[in-house]
């Protein structure tokens, strides 16, 4: 069974070879987040997916019992708005056929996960993808548990098991790695400017800055 590489430029991850799945980030869910401010999980999720809107990676949404537990964020499903959340019975959405014929489908086997919550619907899936055969990420700030106890032992779990956490913004960073592939420049921009809190801040700054150069230099 194929490792995921911890080192070297295959350890990195690649928008060609990514596909997301995104969790159950549904009402009923964050009434019990308690390992991280919701507006955090709230703002990292949304960046992570408008991120990988910019690099066209396979992004999919899914809920459970969403008639009880709640659509999915609207943030969420502003950025994909005529995607339809696979509703889901199963716990663990790796189990769910209409979940996992789309990621086999895309061809694809960098498999990054977000989920509420870490220690349940996040690790599931984490752990069976893990045994059969995909790189898994699990990207930590986009995810969240009924506790901070419950995140934590829940990423080592996985970690244990063979997943690479990772933050959405580690996800940006890789997927853009060279500031030369001007394509995607500008979402990345927009993405750190909505959602990069302190990193936002100072790039906005920079951006005056050199903004007041070009005006001195006409």
């Known amino acids: 069974m194929p490792k995921t590489p911890k080192t070297g430029?295959?350890?990195?991850?690649?928008?060609?070879?990514?596909?997301?799945?995104?969790?159950?980030?549904q009402p009923y869910q964050f009434t019990n987040l308690n390992s991280h401010e919701p507006t955090m999980i709230i703002n990292n999720v949304v960046g992570l997916?408008?991120?990988?809107?910019?690099?066209?990676?396979?992004?999919?949404?899914?809920?459970?019992?969403?008639e009880r537990g709640g659509h999915i964020i609207k943030g969420l499903q502003d950025v994909f708005p005529d995607q339809k959340p696979?509703?889901?019975?199963?716990?663990?959405?790796?189990?769910?056929?209409?979940?996992?014929?789309?990621?086999?489908?895309?061809?694809?086997?960098?498999?990054?996960?977000?989920?509420?919550?870490?220690?349940?619907?996040?690790a599931m899936p984490a752990i069976q993808a893990l045994d059969e055969g995909y790189d898994v990420f699990i990207v930590?700030?986009?995810?969240?548990?009924?506790?901070?106890?419950?995140?934590e032992m829940a990423v080592r779990r996985m970690v244990q098991a063979g997943a690479v956490p990772v933050t959405w913004m580690v996800v940006l960073g890789e997927w853009q790695r060279d500031w030369a592939r001007e394509k995607t420049v500008a979402g990345v921009a927009n993405a750190i400017l909505e959602h990069g809190?302190?990193?936002a801040a100072a790039f906005?700054?920079?951006?005056?800055?050199?903004?007041g150069?070009?005006?001195s230099d006409q």
């Open 140 to 151: 930590t700030d986009a995810s969240g548990g009924v506790s901070r106890e419950a995140h």
């Open 9 to 25: 430029l295959d350890a990195l991850l690649r928008p060609a070879d990514s596909i997301l799945v995104l969790i159950d980030h």
């Open 49 to 66: 997916a408008k991120t990988a809107k910019v690099f066209n990676v396979p992004t999919i949404l899914t809920t459970v019992l969403e």
């Open 204 to 211: 906005a700054w920079e951006m005056q800055l050199l903004a």
């Open 86 to 122: 696979v509703d889901r019975t199963f716990i663990n959405a790796w189990e769910d056929p209409n979940v996992t014929g789309l990621v086999k489908k895309s061809g694809r086997r960098q498999l990054i996960l977000a989920a509420l919550y870490t220690e349940i619907c996040l």
């Open 213 to 215: 150069r070009a005006a």
């Open 197 to 199: 809190g302190a990193s």
